[in-house]
Nanobody, 123 residues
Framework: QVQLVESGGGLVQAGDSLRLSCAAS????????AGWFRQAPGKEREFVAG????????KYADSVKGRFTLSRDNAKNTVYLQMNSLKPEDTADYSC????????????????WGQGTQITVSS
């Protein structure tokens, strides 16, 4: 059983940067691909970014491509989502997820989920 804990959310202004962390425990993290999803009030959950087990391969939603960077440190059992040039439309609850065999953008393919961390971007 893998437990995921997100951190790093908060209130920022448009144009600011934030780095989210997702710390894993309870399993061999390098065996899991990981992803970030977000959900804004009144909207469906949407894919943000995904990363392979090794960290070599990544995938991003078009809305964040060029602004967000996903990386991982398997020695620390942690994935990082660096978010630059934040926009008000990035405001959402961000959750990380992990799975052994995933389709990055499909939330149903992930086995484990964190509780989420809120990001609010003011204009």
């Amino acid at each position: 059983q893998v437990q995921l804990v997100e951190s790093g959310g908060g209130l920022v202004q448009a144009g600011d940067s934030l780095r989210l962390s997702c710390a894993a425990s309870g399993g061999t993290f390098s065996m899991y691909a990981a992803g970030w999803f977000r959900q804004a009030p009144g909207k469906e959950r949407e894919f943000v970014a995904g990363i392979s087990r090794s960290g070599i391969s990544t995938k991003y939603a078009d809305s964040v491509k060029g602004r967000f960077t996903l990386s991982r440190d398997n020695a620390k059992n942690t994935v990082y989502l660096q978010m630059n040039s934040l926009k008000p439309e990035d405001t959402a609850d961000y959750s990380c997820a992990a799975g052994r065999s995933v389709t990055y953008s499909y939330g149903g393919s992930y086995d484990y989920w964190g509780q989420g961390t809120q990001i609010t971007v003011s204009s």
